[in-house]
T-cell receptor, first 116, second 114 residues
Framework: AQTVTQSQPEMSVQEAETVTLSCTYD???????LFWYKQPPSRQMILVIR??????QNATENRFSVNFQKAAKSFSLKISDSQLGDAAMYFC?????????????FGKGTHLIIQP | DTAVSQTPKYLVTQMGNDKSIKCEQN?????MYWYKQDSKKFLKIMFS???????INETVPNRFSPKSPDKAHLNLHINSLELGDSAVYFC?????????????FGPGTRLTVL
């Protein structure tokens, strides 16, 4: 079974500061992808960033970057220069080939609050 | 020009009723999914459907059944609704089952069972 754990139910950061959201996972698969999704109050799920497990280089998308530690099974998300529009639930997710319903396995989410 | 759409967005119904949620994608994707998000915001895969192959999460009750009239649609039918079925249901689609392919989510349907 695959599991994804987000240990921070809620995080708060001042606007323009940097915040890091934690995620750890467990899988016996060697071929998998990791994702961060954002869910604002509108409820829409939006892909923020993704990381291929076989790539050592950490993914970066503008102000969003990840710290992927494969041996430690850790996949944290760093948001630089936080903006009010970043306020949302953030979900870490894993997708592996084969088995089950073949979909994303999600963590329980971190509610990110941006203080103006 | 919505990529993945769901109808209705809100659904309130009584216990024991049968209801359906429709999902349509205009992206030309081959794979579609249904996810359930419970009251604690936990998201869990229910089904995936690719080229007439349905994969079911073993925890999903058989009261839930997805039906795909064509590649662009994957509707969710729920029989004998129970209080615990209250949740937000998300449809998603991707180009294929490749791990790299991004899943595009619909806006969700909030189901309330009274």
């Amino acid at each position: 079974a695959q599991t994804v754990t987000q240990s921070q139910p809620e995080m708060s950061v001042q606007e323009a500061e940097t915040v890091t959201l934690s995620c750890t996972y467990d899988t016996s698969e060697s071929d998998y992808y990791l994702f961060w999704y954002k869910q604002p109050p509108s409820r829409q799920m939006i892909l923020v960033i993704r990381q291929e497990a076989y790539k050592q280089q950490n993914a970066t998308e503008n102000r969003f970057s990840v710290n992927f530690q494969k041996a430690a099974k850790s996949f944290s998300l760093k948001i630089s220069d936080s903006q009010l529009g970043d306020a949302a639930m953030y979900f870490c997710a894993l997708m592996y080939s084969g088995g089950g319903a073949d979909g994303l396995t999600f963590g329980k989410g971190t509610h990110l609050i941006i203080q103006p | 020009d919505t990529a993945v759409s769901q109808t209705p967005k809100y659904l309130v119904t009584q216990m024991g009723n049968d209801k359906s949620i429709k999902c349509e994608q205009n992206l030309g994707h081959d794979t579609m999914y249904w996810y359930k998000q419970d009251s604690k915001k936990f998201l869990k895969i229910m089904f995936s459907y690719n080229n007439k192959e349905l994969i079911i999460n073993e925890t999903v009750p058989n009261r839930f059944s997805p039906k795909s009239p064509d590649k662009a649609h994957l509707n969710l039918h729920i029989n004998s609704l129970e209080l615990g079925d209250s949740a937000v249901y998300f449809c998603a689609s991707s180009i294929g089952r490749s791990l790299y392919n991004e899943q595009f989510f619909g806006p969700g349907t909030r189901l309330t069972v009274l």
